[in-house]
């Protein structure tokens, strides 16, 4: 007769991770998700009871109750339960959601007697894995504390100020702490860049030779000082000065009056953060904090290296710490003595400088750094790659030599006025630069000594202006965020996507620019509710979180020194506001129409202007960019409805065409942007330019809902003559094949 081996249920939050970690572990382990959160606040209310010290109501998620069940079922016939979801407070309330439900002891109803271990680790590989069954532990209920303090509050801002933005602007409108800050932030630099005014400046530079030197090699020396005294940027500041300079310099003698020789030290950057790989991935690749955020998901759950087996190649994507484990300190030592010579390792660690960052957590690193990008290529698509590459050079680099540059610095008398300089810099030593290249030219000067005499080829001078402030890209709003303490690593990339889908920011060629709408509840907040959107006290508040997590203050006296107040001022707020004030502005027009005064509304695709003698009179006229009216651009086609012109109007979408009758005849129709090329799956309609809800141009037959053949790419007619698919303009118009299978 066999005997009965003791079954464990394994819950971790994806089917990924899940699939992953079972490979590592023998039968009696079973190995199941949650797919993340199965319980939270109910979406029909506010679901905190603000009374009574702001108990929360969960519910199970609508979409997780079929798994619930089969978790319940799981657990039930397994002997013990080991909750195993990511290492951060996200996760450890994950782990408490899944006590309390499965009902294991110490929670839920306290009648049951089937106990829990609650295991974490950095890292998904067999060794980490296998290390963490040995040393579980109890769930931290501080860090499910501060998670549910995050919550709650998110929530109370959220379903208690979105409702009057309703009343006072428009519906749907959401308000957030950390999205609405961040708001805040984009306007004002939009302000910032309304009020700038450029200045003229002159750069002149001369380029020179060697007296002695028949091959006529040149170099620039730039125009720094006139009269000894340092010029700055802005130190010629028009043509009439710039000339004047230009035509001395082009009599001058020119002599070397001094050569500053240096070497100097070029240090390797510590490995990533979140914040970090989000900026670097957005400033190199062009991703955006979300998209970076899946790929480094996918790479830390685990990909198949076929005979190599499958592992987790990066450890926790979500970390504000600086620190690497003893072990991937002497792996990566191992590779650099082993690839480059023992003169190129450097053994570094670097300080965390980010306010309540754990230390305890490690920062985002390969898990094996021996395993180069390039030895494992073959079994990445190009982004998971791109990101592999960027996170193992960041780390590997951090542990190597400095680089060693010779610069050499040197001034140039010509005649007894002006002083130029020209700057050269030489690579000595490589150092970490083997590994992780970056943009630093090397300028190579001739041979020169001191007094030596100069030739003249030609004096260069170049009007420029100063340039506004540049808007935010994704990178730099992170950058700013972090470094004021608003928000924290799992943060980031949600709450950029949050106010993009809200529609109160737009990205424009990789620039974040304000929307109206989001100006004018960006201004409803700062005037009314000035704390939600105070850099520094939404500081404080992430600051009182994190003691939370260290056990050093009360959640529950935290919501109450910020609710009280706040609901006070929401309850004055909702009879003192005047929605007209926000959302209309008079005007000297008249309508054509009524004769009545005509005013600037706010609508769903940004003002227009309308007929203040509305309902009885819908006149409306269009507002462009500027806010000058815009007079409909008729078109050849005739609405078929009415007999009228059709008229290009602006919706949410874009362009589209309207009868120019309405509002009496209320006809429209898309513009169709052909591409000449039949659909390869109905064979009957035509692919065509179209554009999603987010704004991202596509291209799909024009018989959906019928045909739902959609591509991201414009394909250019041809068919590719491994597959048959259809072949579309890659980057840099280059042509490639529309199927992911095909190689």
Not at 69 to 94: F, P, V
Not at 291 to 317: F, N, V
Not at 416 to 434: C, M, Q, V, W
Not at 724 to 729: F, H, N
Request: aromatic residues 8%; charged residues 35%.
């Amino acid at each position: 007769m066999s005997t009965l081996k003791t079954k464990k249920l394994i819950i971790v939050e994806s089917p990924t991770k899940a699939k992953t970690i079972s490979k590592f572990l023998g039968k009696e382990y079973i190995v199941k998700s949650s797919f993340g959160h199965l319980r939270d606040l109910p979406k029909s209310k506010l679901g905190v009871d603000t009374e009574n010290d702001f108990e929360p109501e969960y519910v199970i998620n609508p979409k997780s109750k079929k798994q619930a069940t089969e978790l319940k079922k799981q657990a039930k016939e397994c002997d013990e339960i080991i909750l195993a979801s990511d290492e951060d407070r996200e996760g450890e309330a994950i782990s408490w959601h899944l006590a309390q439900l499965l009902n294991l002891k110490g929670f839920g109803n306290g009648k049951s007697e089937k106990k829990y271990k609650r295991i974490v680790f950095h890292e998904i590989t067999k060794s980490a894995i296998k290390e963490a069954l040995k040393n579980p532990r109890d769930i931290d209920m501080n860090l499910v504390d501060a998670q549910q303090a995050r919550r709650i509050l998110d929530r109370l801002v959220g379903y208690k100020l979105s409702p009057l933005l309703w009343k006072k602007i428009r519906y749907g409108l959401s308000a957030g702490r950390v999205q609405s800050v961040a708001v805040r932030l984009i306007v004002e630099k939009e302000e910032e860049i309304n009020k700038f005014k450029p200045e003229e400046y002159w750069n002149i530079t001369a380029e020179l030779k060697k007296i002695t030197d028949k091959s006529q090699e040149s170099f620039e020396a730039r125009l720094v000082k006139v009269d000894s005294k340092s010029i700055g940027k802005l130190g010629v500041k028009n043509q009439d000065e710039a000339e004047k300079i230009k035509q001395d310099l082009e009599k001058a003698n020119y002599e070397i009056e001094k050569i500053t020789k240096k070497e100097t030290k070029k240090n390797p950057l510590p490995p990533f953060t979140t914040s970090t790989l989000q900026q670097a991935s957005s400033n190199k690749f062009g991703y955006s904090a979300k998209q970076t955020m899946m790929i480094a998901q996918q790479l830390y759950e685990g990909i198949s290296l076929g005979q190599k087996g499958s592992s987790g190649l990066i450890t926790y994507m979500r970390t504000d710490s600086l620190s690497l484990s003893k072990s991937s300190l002497e792996s990566a030592d191992k590779y650099i003595k082993a690839k480059f010579g023992k003169e190129y390792s450097e053994r570094r660690f670097f300080k965390t400088k980010s306010k309540g960052a754990q230390e305890a957590h490690e920062a985002i690193r390969p898990t094996n750094p021996e395993l180069d990008a390039e030895s494992i290529k073959e079994f990445l698509d190009s982004k998971q790659f791109k990101l592999y590459e960027l996170i193992w050079q960041r780390m590997v680099a951090s542990q190597m030599a400095s680089a060693i540059v010779d610069s050499t610095s040197i001034d140039i008398l010509a005649g007894d006025k002006y002083t130029l300089r020209a700057n050269g810099s030489t690579i000595k030593f490589e150092g970490f630069l083997k590994v992780h290249p970056m943009k630093s030219e090397e300028i190579v000067l001739p041979e020169l000594t001191e007094k030596e005499k100069l030739g003249l080829i030609k004096i260069i001078s170049e009007q420029h202006f100063t340039q506004p402030p540049a808007r935010f890209n994704e990178a730099s709003l992170i950058k700013v965020l972090e470094e004021l303490g608003i928000g924290r690593p799992s943060t980031y990339a949600p709450t950029i996507s949050t106010i993009q889908d809200r529609g109160y920011i737009e990205k424009i060629e990789k620039r974040l620019h304000p929307q109206e709408i989001g100006v004018i509840v960006n201004k409803l907040l700062v005037e009314h509710f000035p704390k939600i959107v105070d850099v520094k006290f939404t500081a404080k508040m992430e600051e009182d979180l994190d003691k939370v997590a260290e056990n050093k203050k009360d959640w529950v006296i935290i919501l109450n020194d910020f609710y009280k107040p706040f609901n006070k001022n929401l309850m004055e707020k909702e009879k003192e506001i005047d929605k007209k004030e926000l959302t209309e502005e008079k005007t000297n027009e008249k309508c054509e129409k009524c004769k009545s005064p005509m005013i600037i509304k706010l609508g769903r695709f940004g003002k227009f202007m309308a007929c203040s003698n509305y309902p009885d009179c819908k006149n409306t006229k269009q507002l462009n960019d500027k806010g000058e009216i815009e007079e409909p651009e008729t078109t050849n086609e005739v609405c078929e409805k009415c007999g009228k012109p059709m008229t290009f109007k602006i919706g949410r979408y874009g362009k589209f065409l309207g009868c120019s009758g309405y509002p009496d005849c209320k006809n429209i129709k898309s513009i169709v942007k052909s591409t000449g090329v039949q659909c390869p799956e109905c064979d009957k309609g035509e692919i065509v330019e179209k554009k999603s809800k987010a704004g991202k141009i596509f291209y799909a037959c024009n018989q959906y809902p019928s045909c739902k053949h959609a591509l991201w790419s414009k394909p250019t007619g041809e068919k590719c003559s491994k597959c048959d698919s259809l072949m579309v303009y890659a980057k840099n118009d280059s042509v490639t094949c529309s199927s992911k299978e095909c190689k």
